[in-house]
């Protein structure tokens, strides 16, 4: 699991000063982990005690296997290329590696037991993968209806109940037009998935129910930046697989 998920997942336990810390270990991710607990306090400018208050928050024991997981995430980095097909190649290998390693158990299960599911796109782009998640489940007689504006999310919001399930697909998670509807989602206890690039975003601390493709950043001419999206369709094709084996367990 990537620093930023851990992040995500207990968004909800930290405090302003644990954001401190961690804007100063994500920035410096590769010289975090030689760094004691005290030097590390230093750093940031706070006590020890939060610090190590930090790590436990996340999931560590204390301070010494938070280092350790630090330690090890730096040395699993893949050394990026310049170049423009290089950062391809590793934004797709890093997130057949994640697929590898999550258990899409959970949200198979989910997709299983609801009466219906939405799938929403927040730009051109996720519209298309949305489209591509409608088209394949098609095949499991699941159909899946596009959400294709902030105004259309609206409005099916107004009828969705328990029972339902919404599939956000956000590049960033931190499209500001999507959260008044997302919040009502959390409010009414309607369930959705978020798919979203790997990094400490919004919407994926809004659930529980999380998918991450990785996506670098390419600068062209002019400065001008290009995204991969190609990891966002393997996310959605590792989805359905998932779920087509999940339907063949539960039948045998």
């Given at each position: ?24 270990i994500l920035n410096n991710k590769s010289s975090c982990y030689q760094l004691g607990i005290n030097d ?190 190609s990891s966002f369709f393997i996310i959605g094709e590792t989805l359905f697989r998932n779920y087509v ?8």
């Open positions: 699991m990537k620093i930023e998920e851990l992040i995500n997942e207990h968004y909800n336990q930290l405090h302003e000063n644990d954001f401190h810390i961690l804007k100063y590390l306090a230093d750093k940031c400018n706070v006590s020890r005690s939060s610090i190590l208050r930090l790590a436990q928050k996340l999931g560590f024991s204390g301070y010494s296997e938070f280092r350790v997981f630090l330690k090890w995430q730096d040395h699993e980095k893949v050394e990026r290329e310049v170049n423009s097909i290089g950062r391809l190649n590793e934004d797709i290998q890093e997130t057949i590696k994640y697929t590898k390693t999550k258990d899409f158990q959970d949200i198979c299960e989910l997709i299983d037991r609801s009466e219906r599911i939405f799938v929403y796109g927040t730009g051109s782009l996720q519209l298309n993968c949305a489209d591509e998640l409608q088209r394949m489940f098609l095949v499991m007689q699941r159909h899946l209806y596009v959400i294709r504006a902030p105004k259309e999310f609206e409005i099916t919001l107004q009828s969705l109940t328990v029972k339902d399930l919404i599939i956000i697909i956000s590049f960033s998670g931190d499209t500001p037009v999507i959260f008044p509807a997302v919040q009502s989602l959390t409010t009414k206890g309607i369930p959705f998935v978020s798919i979203t690039n790997l990094k400490s975003n919004r919407l994926a601390t809004m659930t529980p129910y999380n998918l991450y493709a990785s996506s670098s950043e390419t600068q062209i001419h002019d400065g001008f930046p290009i995204h991969t999206f084996d999940y339907q063949n367990k539960i039948k045998i």
